[in-house]
């Protein structure tokens, strides 16, 4: 315990770099967003029937990740609630991390969680729910507002069917009427919907494009002004950090490398806030969104990353579609579960390449028919580390490589 005494002591008598550090959290919402002024006045433009008691049109935002899709909507609704209320207009938003909450009952679940309802542990048949959601909103909003961050993962995982009883329920409320926001960064995202869903959205579209470094420069200014102390993060840390990010476009990447070179600073011992500290900070950042993104995929997702790693650290020879799934079967046949279509392992592919996990190339054989090449991205010792953290994963893990891809 003297160590940890020591380490504690050492922390309290030392002076940090930051002065907040909340202003470098992914959850702080600053009243201004560099370089966003477009896309807010779009989405206030669409919203702003509200304060005229008319419902806004469904909307859908598309744009890659980090380029501020999900701050633009927090800081309209939140500068919208405030009119609202101020006008007399009763107003409700319900926002859903779909990465999070990725089945229709979960979200419809934190829906009504979201406007003060309380749904027992054992759970309500979904008419029930939405029958309370209906009686709640009736009672008491004018207008509610549900902001679905990340849709693609509920779709994708669990199907349209909320979206569309959402869209429905207009047709049955008196008093209140319902909008949707749809953010996402998957702009085939629309080809996922049934038809049924697409005809009764009728939405408007706002893009967000990638940031470029200047953007990104005077966006982690802004953050580094507020968290920092006065002198102790360099100029040239600060351009760093945004020429990295800038190759990405992504706000958010950029602002956690701020944040993690400080950490690095602080436990460093270091008084200023230098460029090998936000090199430091990438390797670090880059990690930790890895390690982040595996640890939320779909569990066929993970076993077929799985098998795709096994092949990856022992195959000598390119690793085909068909041998994906040849191995990618034997897994779920052993914990039980039946085979998958090849079209479905493809579109499996396809997601784990958006994420930029694999990529792959399709080769030609003439007559003999085309396949895809799939390779790593990553290092396979990092998915082996995330994943057979699992027990399950890595006694599978281990029985893959003795039984079905050694030599």
Known sequence: MSVLDELFEQALSKKSVFRDKKYLSVDYIPDELPHREEEILRLANILVSILRDSRPSNIFEYGPV???????????????????????IRFRYAYINCRFFRTNY???????????????????PVDVILSLITRKLEENYRFLLVVFDEIDWLVKYSGDDILY???????????????????????????????????????????FQPYNQEQLYDILLQRARLAFREGVIDDEAIRYAAAIAARDGDARRAIDLLRVAGEIADRSGDFK?????????????????????????????????????????????????????????????????QPITLRRINDYLAEL??????????VSFGRHGRTRI??????VE??????????????????????????
Do not use: C
Not at 168 to 183: C, D, P, T, W
Not at 354 to 361: A, F, P, R
């Open 66 to 88: 980090g380029t501020g899709k999900t701050a633009v909507t927090k800081l309209v609704l939140k500068k919208l609630s405030e009119k609202a209320e101020k006008a007399g």
């Open 106 to 124: 979960r979200a419809l679940v934190k829906v009504a969680m979201e406007l003060g309802l309380r749904i027992p542990r054992t759970g309500l």
């Open 165 to 207: 009883q959402f869209t429905r329920l207009n047709s049955e409320l008196n008093k209140s009427e319902i909008s949707l926001i749809g953010i996402t960064n998957d702009t085939r995202f629309r080809e996922y919907l049934d038809a049924r869903v697409l005809s009764s959205l009728s939405e408007e579209t706002v893009v």
């Open 273 to 337: 806030v230098t460029v090998d500290h936000v090199v430091q900070a990438s390797e670090e950042v880059e990690r930790n969104i890895i390690r982040e993104i595996i640890s939320i995929l779909p569990p066929n997702q993970q076993l077929l990353l799985l098998a795709i790693a096994g092949l990856s650290k022992l195959s000598r020879n390119k690793i085909t579609t068909g041998k994906v799934k040849h191995v990618f079967d034997w897994i779920l046949s052993q914990i039980g579960k």
């Open 353 to 362: 390449e958006t994420l930029g996990i694999i990529s792959s190339t399709i």
């Open 374 to 379: 799939i390779k790593l991205e990553i290092p």
């Open 382 to 407: 990092i998915i082996e580390n995330i994943l057979t953290k699992d027990p399950l994963y890595s006694e599978l893990y281990s029985e893959l490589i003795r039984t079905i891809i050694s030599p």
